[in-house]
């Protein structure tokens, strides 16, 4: 399996302010996943990461509020920019890793967003 | 656009209760369907993945059977424990491996 480490694990953020999260996977992996969990919410795709090009965007979201880098294939950065209250959430980064011929997804241990 | 379900939202059963979860799915041109396990404020944990040529799968006291033509799974869990409380989501994969989630089953197993 993909072992996924997922850093901050928790923060509270002023509105208006910028959060980081960083996903370091310990094999490499060709797409990465960032995924937002609104409170009491199912899990939704904000975009698909590639190494080498740039994140592809689900409806609904824009790199300029959710800026994504995949610098190498076991590392990337999403940023929640200019953040409100409703971006309190948890944000869940991804990764499909191929195993016993089977492709099967592994989240990181997720990020607790809270802004106030 | 695919749309995942899962019933019941809730669930509560006492300690060693037989349990079943149900999920459904609109569209059935899927790769594959997996079960995960979700404790509060955490990430997921990949519990079964069952391949769209497959009908079930088993790990433990688990057992997740796929209905690919009918748009169904169901997650078996026998004698269930309080360790066992957490929340369920089915997720399955379609196009550009992108997987949709279900809206879950929160599961609390009593003494």
């Known amino acids: 399996s993909a072992v996924i480490s997922q850093k901050p694990s928790r923060d509270i953020c002023q509105r208006g302010t910028s959060l980081t999260i960083q996903c370091q996977v310990d094999?490499?992996?060709?797409?990465m996943f960032w995924y937002r969990q609104q409170p009491g919410q199912s899990l939704t795709l904000i975009a698909t990461?590639?190494?080498?090009?740039?994140?592809?965007?689900e409806s609904g979201f824009v790199i300029d509020k959710f800026p994504i880098s995949r610098p190498n294939l076991t590392f990337s950065t999403l940023t929640v920019s200019n953040m409100s209250p409703e971006d309190s959430s948890i944000y869940l980064c991804?990764?499909?890793?191929?195993?016993?011929?089977?492709?099967?997804?592994?989240f990181g241990q997720g990020t607790r967003l809270t802004v106030v | 656009k695919q749309e995942v379900t899962q019933i019941p939202a809730a669930l509560s059963v006492p300690e060693g209760e037989n349990l079943v979860l149900n999920c459904s799915f609109t569209?059935?041109?899927?790769?594959?369907l997996q079960w995960f396990r979700q404790d509060p404020g955490k990430g997921l944990t990949s519990l079964l993945l069952?391949?769209?040529?497959?009908r079930e799968q088993t790990s433990g006291r688990l057992n997740a059977s796929l209905d690919k033509s009918s748009g169904r799974s169901t997650l078996y869990i026998a004698a269930s424990q309080p360790g066992d409380s957490a929340t369920y989501l089915c997720?399955?994969?379609?196009?550009?491996?992108?997987?949709?989630f279900g809206t879950g089953t929160r599961l609390q197993v009593t003494l």
């Open positions: 991804s990764v499909d890793y191929l195993q016993g011929g089977n492709t099967e997804a592994f």
């Open positions: 094999s490499q992996v060709t797409m």
């Open positions: 990461a590639n190494q080498g090009s740039e994140a592809t965007y």
């Open positions: 569209d059935s041109a899927i790769y594959n």
């Open positions: 069952i391949q769209s040529s497959q």
């Open positions: 997720a399955v994969t379609g196009t550009a491996s992108k997987l949709t």
